[in-house]
Protein backbone atom coordinates (compact mmCIF):
# COMPACT_ATOMS: atom_id res chain seq x y z
CA UNK A 1 0.00 0.00 0.00
CA UNK A 2 1.27 3.44 -0.81
CA UNK A 3 0.48 6.41 1.90
CA UNK A 4 0.72 9.68 -0.58
CA UNK A 5 1.08 13.25 1.05
CA UNK A 6 -0.22 15.14 -1.70
CA UNK A 7 -0.44 18.90 -2.05
CA UNK A 8 -3.05 21.54 -2.14
CA UNK A 9 -5.42 21.85 -5.04
CA UNK A 10 -8.48 23.07 -6.64
CA UNK A 11 -11.68 21.53 -6.36
CA UNK A 12 -11.38 20.30 -10.08
CA UNK A 13 -7.74 19.15 -10.08
CA UNK A 14 -8.30 16.70 -7.12
CA UNK A 15 -11.45 15.35 -8.44
CA UNK A 16 -9.65 14.68 -11.71
CA UNK A 17 -6.70 13.02 -9.26
CA UNK A 18 -8.95 10.80 -7.41
CA UNK A 19 -10.79 9.87 -10.87
CA UNK A 20 -6.98 8.86 -12.11
CA UNK A 21 -6.95 6.80 -8.82
CA UNK A 22 -9.34 5.02 -9.20
CA UNK A 23 -8.26 4.11 -13.21
CA UNK A 24 -5.23 3.00 -11.98
CA UNK A 25 -7.14 0.72 -9.60
CA UNK A 26 -9.35 -0.50 -11.95
CA UNK A 27 -6.21 -1.73 -14.34
CA UNK A 28 -4.44 -3.64 -11.13
CA UNK A 29 -2.27 -0.84 -9.78
CA UNK A 30 -1.55 -1.11 -5.41
CA UNK A 31 -3.92 0.66 -2.99
CA UNK A 32 -3.08 4.32 -2.55
CA UNK A 33 -4.26 6.42 0.80
CA UNK A 34 -4.04 10.04 -1.10
CA UNK A 35 -4.12 13.26 1.88
CA UNK A 36 -4.73 16.69 0.43
CA UNK A 37 -5.93 19.78 0.94
CA UNK A 38 -8.36 22.16 -1.43
CA UNK A 39 -6.66 25.84 -2.84
CA UNK A 40 -8.70 27.66 -3.18
CA UNK A 41 -11.28 26.06 -0.94
CA UNK A 42 -14.18 25.49 -2.86
CA UNK A 43 -17.31 22.89 -3.74
CA UNK A 44 -17.60 19.16 -4.16
CA UNK A 45 -21.00 17.87 -5.40
CA UNK A 46 -21.72 13.83 -5.03
CA UNK A 47 -21.87 12.30 -8.61
CA UNK A 48 -25.50 12.25 -9.10
CA UNK A 49 -25.92 15.75 -7.89
CA UNK A 50 -27.30 18.11 -10.24
CA UNK A 51 -25.01 21.21 -9.77
CA UNK A 52 -27.80 23.37 -11.84
CA UNK A 53 -30.33 22.57 -9.37
CA UNK A 54 -28.13 22.42 -6.05
CA UNK A 55 -25.77 25.45 -6.27
CA UNK A 56 -26.90 28.67 -6.88
CA UNK A 57 -24.42 28.92 -10.02
CA UNK A 58 -24.23 32.78 -10.52
CA UNK A 59 -23.58 33.22 -6.79
CA UNK A 60 -20.96 30.80 -7.03
CA UNK A 61 -19.52 32.61 -9.83
CA UNK A 62 -20.19 35.68 -8.55
CA UNK A 63 -17.92 34.99 -5.44
CA UNK A 64 -15.01 32.96 -7.25
CA UNK A 65 -16.14 30.01 -5.50
CA UNK A 66 -15.17 26.64 -7.49
CA UNK A 67 -16.71 23.39 -7.71
CA UNK A 68 -16.13 20.02 -9.47
CA UNK A 69 -18.16 16.78 -9.38
CA UNK A 70 -17.24 14.14 -7.61
CA UNK A 71 -16.60 10.34 -8.95
CA UNK A 72 -18.12 9.39 -5.88
CA UNK A 73 -21.40 10.16 -4.29
CA UNK A 74 -22.67 11.80 -1.68
CA UNK A 75 -24.03 15.38 -1.17
CA UNK A 76 -22.42 18.57 -1.65
CA UNK A 77 -19.48 19.85 0.57
CA UNK A 78 -17.49 22.92 1.08
CA UNK A 79 -13.88 22.29 1.67
CA UNK A 80 -11.98 24.93 3.42
CA UNK A 81 -10.60 23.22 7.23
CA UNK A 82 -10.39 20.22 6.45
CA UNK A 83 -7.78 17.27 6.10
CA UNK A 84 -9.21 15.17 2.78
CA UNK A 85 -8.60 11.97 1.91
CA UNK A 86 -9.00 9.13 -0.82
CA UNK A 87 -8.66 5.49 -0.54
CA UNK A 88 -8.40 3.72 -4.11
CA UNK A 89 -7.66 -0.15 -4.46
CA UNK A 90 -8.53 -3.12 -6.76
CA UNK A 91 -11.38 -5.24 -5.38
CA UNK A 92 -9.15 -8.21 -5.89
CA UNK A 93 -6.71 -6.92 -3.55
CA UNK A 94 -7.31 -8.09 0.07
CA UNK A 95 -7.95 -4.11 1.18
CA UNK A 96 -10.26 -3.35 -1.57
CA UNK A 97 -12.45 -6.73 -1.12
CA UNK A 98 -15.72 -7.08 0.77
CA UNK A 99 -18.53 -5.76 0.83
CA UNK A 100 -19.30 -1.72 0.84
CA UNK A 101 -19.75 -2.11 4.55
CA UNK A 102 -16.60 -4.09 4.75
CA UNK A 103 -14.58 -1.75 2.73
CA UNK A 104 -16.24 1.33 4.84
CA UNK A 105 -15.55 -0.32 8.13
CA UNK A 106 -11.95 -0.71 6.68
CA UNK A 107 -10.86 2.89 5.92
CA UNK A 108 -13.13 4.70 8.32
CA UNK A 109 -11.38 2.39 10.98
CA UNK A 110 -7.69 3.53 9.93
CA UNK A 111 -9.43 7.39 9.90
CA UNK A 112 -11.19 6.96 13.52
CA UNK A 113 -7.59 5.28 14.80
CA UNK A 114 -5.75 8.21 13.74
CA UNK A 115 -7.77 10.54 15.24
CA UNK A 116 -7.51 8.52 18.32
CA UNK A 117 -4.15 8.99 18.09
CA UNK A 118 -4.18 12.69 18.02
CA UNK A 119 -6.01 12.62 21.51
CA UNK A 120 -9.64 13.59 19.16
CA UNK A 121 -12.22 11.52 20.86
CA UNK A 122 -14.10 10.29 18.08
CA UNK A 123 -15.89 7.66 17.06
CA UNK A 124 -18.01 5.39 14.25
CA UNK A 125 -21.40 6.89 14.06
CA UNK A 126 -24.22 4.94 15.26
CA UNK A 127 -27.50 7.41 15.38
CA UNK A 128 -28.60 9.98 13.57
CA UNK A 129 -27.62 13.53 13.83
CA UNK A 130 -29.62 16.95 14.70
CA UNK A 131 -30.53 17.80 11.31
CA UNK A 132 -32.00 14.13 10.29
CA UNK A 133 -34.40 14.82 14.09
CA UNK A 134 -37.81 16.14 12.77
CA UNK A 135 -38.27 19.48 14.00
CA UNK A 136 -40.04 21.61 11.93
CA UNK A 137 -42.38 19.40 10.76
CA UNK A 138 -39.21 17.67 9.01
CA UNK A 139 -39.81 20.08 6.37
CA UNK A 140 -36.50 21.65 6.56
CA UNK A 141 -34.14 18.39 7.45
CA UNK A 142 -35.64 16.81 3.80
CA UNK A 143 -34.75 20.27 2.24
CA UNK A 144 -31.52 20.10 4.35
CA UNK A 145 -30.72 16.78 3.14
CA UNK A 146 -30.82 16.79 -0.43
CA UNK A 147 -27.61 19.26 -0.35
CA UNK A 148 -25.16 19.07 2.16
CA UNK A 149 -23.24 16.08 3.12
CA UNK A 150 -23.01 17.06 6.78
CA UNK A 151 -26.14 17.04 7.95
CA UNK A 152 -26.74 13.76 8.08
CA UNK A 153 -24.70 10.74 9.45
CA UNK A 154 -24.25 7.29 7.94
CA UNK A 155 -22.97 4.60 10.74
CA UNK A 156 -19.72 4.26 8.88
CA UNK A 157 -19.11 7.66 9.24
CA UNK A 158 -17.13 9.34 12.55
CA UNK A 159 -18.92 11.69 14.84
CA UNK A 160 -17.13 14.14 17.85
CA UNK A 161 -19.84 14.45 20.90
CA UNK A 162 -22.78 13.13 18.98
CA UNK A 163 -22.12 15.28 15.88
CA UNK A 164 -20.66 14.72 12.70
CA UNK A 165 -17.00 15.41 12.31
CA UNK A 166 -15.62 13.06 8.95
CA UNK A 167 -18.10 12.74 5.88
CA UNK A 168 -17.41 10.06 3.49
CA UNK A 169 -18.63 8.67 0.31
CA UNK A 170 -17.55 5.20 -1.81
CA UNK A 171 -17.97 4.30 -5.32
CA UNK A 172 -17.57 0.60 -6.27
CA UNK A 173 -16.86 -0.09 -9.53
CA UNK A 174 -16.44 -3.98 -11.43
CA UNK A 175 -12.94 -4.25 -10.99
CA UNK A 176 -11.87 -1.20 -7.80
CA UNK A 177 -13.33 0.72 -5.56
CA UNK A 178 -12.77 4.54 -4.28
CA UNK A 179 -13.81 5.93 -1.00
CA UNK A 180 -13.43 9.67 -0.54
CA UNK A 181 -13.39 12.02 3.27
CA UNK A 182 -13.38 14.99 4.84
CA UNK A 183 -12.28 15.56 8.33
CA UNK A 184 -13.43 18.97 9.63
CA UNK A 185 -11.24 21.19 11.10
CA UNK A 186 -12.88 24.10 11.75
CA UNK A 187 -16.06 26.08 10.56
CA UNK A 188 -15.54 26.32 7.19
CA UNK A 189 -17.72 23.91 5.72
CA UNK A 190 -20.95 26.28 6.78
CA UNK A 191 -19.88 28.71 4.36
CA UNK A 192 -22.33 25.73 1.55
CA UNK A 193 -25.00 27.83 2.85
CA UNK A 194 -24.34 30.88 1.02
CA UNK A 195 -23.74 28.80 -2.26
CA UNK A 196 -27.01 26.74 -2.24
CA UNK A 197 -30.03 27.57 -4.46
CA UNK A 198 -31.85 28.84 -1.87
CA UNK A 199 -33.98 31.48 -0.67
CA UNK A 200 -32.49 33.71 2.30
CA UNK A 201 -34.48 32.66 4.95
CA UNK A 202 -33.41 29.12 3.98
CA UNK A 203 -29.74 29.86 3.54
CA UNK A 204 -29.39 31.31 7.06
CA UNK A 205 -31.73 27.73 8.47
CA UNK A 206 -29.53 25.53 6.58
CA UNK A 207 -26.24 27.31 8.13
CA UNK A 208 -28.22 27.17 11.82
CA UNK A 209 -28.45 23.14 10.82
CA UNK A 210 -25.34 22.58 10.07
CA UNK A 211 -24.01 24.00 12.87
CA UNK A 212 -26.28 21.42 15.20
CA UNK A 213 -25.28 18.78 12.55
CA UNK A 214 -21.41 18.88 12.05
CA UNK A 215 -18.87 19.83 14.46
CA UNK A 216 -14.84 20.13 14.48
CA UNK A 217 -11.56 18.86 15.63
CA UNK A 218 -9.90 21.94 15.50
CA UNK A 219 -9.66 22.36 19.62
CA UNK A 220 -7.48 19.42 19.80
CA UNK A 221 -5.38 19.65 16.19
CA UNK A 222 -5.17 23.34 15.65
CA UNK A 223 -6.41 25.56 12.75
CA UNK A 224 -4.32 24.52 10.17
CA UNK A 225 -2.06 21.20 11.09
CA UNK A 226 -0.02 20.01 8.61
CA UNK A 227 -0.99 16.74 6.55
CA UNK A 228 2.17 15.10 7.64
CA UNK A 229 0.87 15.47 11.34
CA UNK A 230 -2.03 13.30 10.05
CA UNK A 231 0.16 10.92 7.95
CA UNK A 232 2.26 10.19 10.85
CA UNK A 233 -0.88 9.15 13.59
CA UNK A 234 -2.40 6.99 10.24
CA UNK A 235 0.98 5.05 9.56
CA UNK A 236 0.65 2.57 13.11
CA UNK A 237 -2.84 1.91 11.87
CA UNK A 238 -1.71 0.80 8.25
CA UNK A 239 -0.83 -2.64 6.51
CA UNK A 240 2.76 -3.58 7.30
CA UNK A 241 4.78 -1.94 4.69
CA UNK A 242 3.17 0.75 3.89
CA UNK A 243 5.50 3.36 1.24
CA UNK A 244 5.12 6.93 2.09
CA UNK A 245 5.62 9.22 -0.94
CA UNK A 246 5.09 13.63 -1.32
CA UNK A 247 3.69 15.67 -3.11
CA UNK A 248 4.96 15.59 -7.16
CA UNK A 249 6.37 12.19 -6.42
CA UNK A 250 2.90 10.73 -6.03
CA UNK A 251 1.96 11.87 -9.15
CA UNK A 252 3.48 8.93 -11.00
CA UNK A 253 0.68 6.87 -9.31
CA UNK A 254 -1.99 8.76 -11.24
CA UNK A 255 -3.46 7.27 -14.68
CA UNK A 256 -2.37 9.36 -17.92
CA UNK A 257 -5.38 10.16 -19.33
CA UNK A 258 -7.92 11.02 -16.15
CA UNK A 259 -11.08 10.75 -15.87
CA UNK A 260 -12.88 13.99 -16.77
CA UNK A 261 -14.68 15.84 -14.16
CA UNK A 262 -17.55 18.28 -14.12
CA UNK A 263 -16.41 22.05 -12.89
CA UNK A 264 -16.77 25.31 -12.80
Not at 22 to 34: F, K, S, T, Y
Not at 127 to 135: F, H, L, Q, Y
Not at 159 to 164: F, I, Q, S
Amino acid sequence: MILWIDGAHSPADQMARDAALLAAAERGAAPVLRLFRFRPPGITLGYAQDPARVLDLARCAAAGVPWAVRPTGGRAIFHAEEWTYAFAAPRADPLGAGTLAECYARVSGWIAGSLARLGVPARLAGGRTVAERPEDGGHAARALRQGPCFASTARHEIVLAGRKLVGSAQRRTARAVLQQGSVLLGDGHLALADCLALAPDARARTRRMLEAAATHAGPWLGADPPLERWAAALLPGLPAGTVVVRDEAGETLLAPEPAPARFA
